[in-house]
């Protein structure tokens, strides 16, 4: 069955510690990304990576990190230097085509994380 | 830069009433816009995709319209039932960019 999985689908943190969200996709897609999403708003761009071993800054990066050793996986830290961590977190993926008419992006289930 | 809005914020329609969901954007030069549907807790399923050169996109019972000029997109369902309660975002690829920029979301409630 090919498409994207996150996990784990909770995750309770504390104040001060890092967290480490997974996203692994088997559709040999060479783009990932992270967004975050807050009630009643839409989704915003966290990171993204058009290959492995590089990715780019969105438009809410600070407070994250991200790592792309492999074209499967694109797991996010959650730093204690982010000060409202709690949201719902969605990992996409897409063909990464240099033409954007190929670029539907695919959703995972989303992971929502609490600080205690 | 790029902004999506989406009016309303929520709605509620009784079973089998057709009805229209709307998008605006900002900047007119897009490579494209989808629609996609979120289910409380859940990530997202995207329902139509449409080109910048296209006008419209039919799936079923949904329909979406495209018209770049006036910065307006349109999701008609046809027939609408409970099972198609849920949030709907709409989101554009601008020509700018390489990611989406996405609406806020209709949350739509279909009454038995």
């Known amino acids: 069955d090919g498409g994207i999985t996150q996990s784990p689908k909770y995750l309770f943190r504390k104040e001060g510690q890092n967290v480490t969200l997974s996203c692994e996709q088997n559709l040999n897609h060479d783009a990932m990304y992270w967004y975050r999403q807050d009630p009643g708003q839409g989704l915003r761009l966290i990171y993204y990576?058009?290959?492995?071993?590089?990715?780019q800054k969105g438009d809410i990066a600070e407070g994250y990190s991200v790592s792309r050793e492999k074209k499967e996986s694109f797991p996010l830290t959650v730093t204690s230097a982010q000060k409202n961590p709690t949201a719902f977190y969605l990992c996409?993926?897409?063909?990464?085509?240099?033409?954007?008419?190929?670029?539907?992006?695919?959703f995972g289930p989303g992971t929502r994380l609490t600080v205690l | 830069k790029q902004e999506v809005t989406q009016i309303p914020a929520a709605l509620s329609v009784p079973e089998g009433e057709n009805l229209v969901l709307n998008c605006s954007f900002t900047d007119s030069a897009i490579y494209n816009l989808q629609w996609f549907r979120q289910d409380p807790g859940k990530g997202l399923t995207s329902l139509l995709l449409?080109?910048?050169?296209?006008r419209e996109q039919t799936s079923g019972r949904l329909n979406a319209s495209l018209d770049k000029s006036s910065g307006r997109s349109t999701l008609y369902i046809a027939a609408s039932q409970p099972g198609d309660s849920a949030t709907y975002l709409c989101a554009v690829r601008p020509r700018s960019a390489r990611q989406l920029t996405f609406g806020s979301g209709t949350q739509l409630t279909v009454l038995p």
């Open positions: 449409i080109q910048s050169s296209q």
């Open positions: 996409a993926s897409s063909i990464g085509s240099p033409s954007p008419v190929e670029n539907t992006q695919y």
């Open positions: 990576s058009q290959i492995v071993n590089d990715f």
